[in-house]
């Protein structure tokens, strides 16, 4: 007698296909249970049957925990350790992949250790059970873990024998190769006479790292007397 027709249900709403034939589009992500069954012309009910559909069309999402001592500035200064996490709440992650400062990406297994100095990347990117790929995330931060070099300069240079007749200007200067120098101590003039005058400055890098440099000045502006 052929199909009458085709009833179905979706999640508890109630359809009909007077042909026989549906044609379903499921355009939100999510589980979809569906039960249906036929009549045909002379209203013989076909056996209800049910089938459950899962839809996700939506990638995972990764992100970075970074655990280390902060410095300043945005500046670690000790080792950093990288827990990648991930969520996907309808298929499920299958895995996670990363590359750290432009390796090849490898499968995340546990958390990383970076000591190496200065700035790092971390790509992560994740996948799920339902076959799609998160577009690759960057991550970035720095590592500072050495104080700068902390240095003077003397204008003018004293004598040969150690000794300044005219006042003397002091100025700090610093090297640091990383994070680089934020700060030295101000500039000043020593003018007053003396025997090892004591003169101390620092310089402090951007990771909050300082080194203090000390050293003495001799001073004698006055002339030497005649009898």
Not at 31 to 59: C, H, M, Q, W
Not at 185 to 198: H, Q, R, V, W
């Amino acid at each position: 007698s052929g199909v009458k027709a085709l009833y179905y249900e979706i999640n508890g709403a109630t359809y009909t296909a007077p042909s026989g034939h549906a044609e379903i589009i499921l355009p939100v992500d999510g589980d979809y249970l569906f039960r249906y069954y036929a009549a045909d012309n002379v209203n013989n009910i076909g056996e209800e049957k049910s089938v459950t559909v899962r839809v996700d069309t939506t990638p995972p999402t990764t992100d970075i925990a970074l655990a280390g001592t902060f410095g300043r500035n945005g500046w670690y200064i000790s080792d950093v350790t990288g827990n990648l996490n991930w969520t996907d709440i309808l298929s499920g992650v299958k895995q996670t992949f990363y590359s750290l400062d432009g390796s090849t990406f490898a499968v995340y297994a546990s958390s990383f250790v970076i000591s190496a100095e200065g700035m790092h990347t971390v790509e992560a990117y994740s996948t799920d059970n339902a076959g799609n790929i998160e577009n690759a995330k960057t991550f970035t931060f720095k590592i500072d873990i050495s104080t700068p070099i902390a240095g003077y300069a003397l204008e003018p240079a004293a004598n040969a024998y150690g000794w300044n007749n005219i006042p003397v200007a002091v100025a700090f200067t610093g090297m640091d190769a990383v994070s680089g120098i934020e700060y030295c101590s101000s500039s000043f003039t020593i003018a007053d006479e003396g025997l090892n005058i004591p003169v101390s400055g620092y310089c402090m890098d951007y990771a909050g790292w300082s080194s203090t440099v000390s050293f003495t000045v001799n001073m004698d502006t006055s002339a030497p007397a005649v009898a």
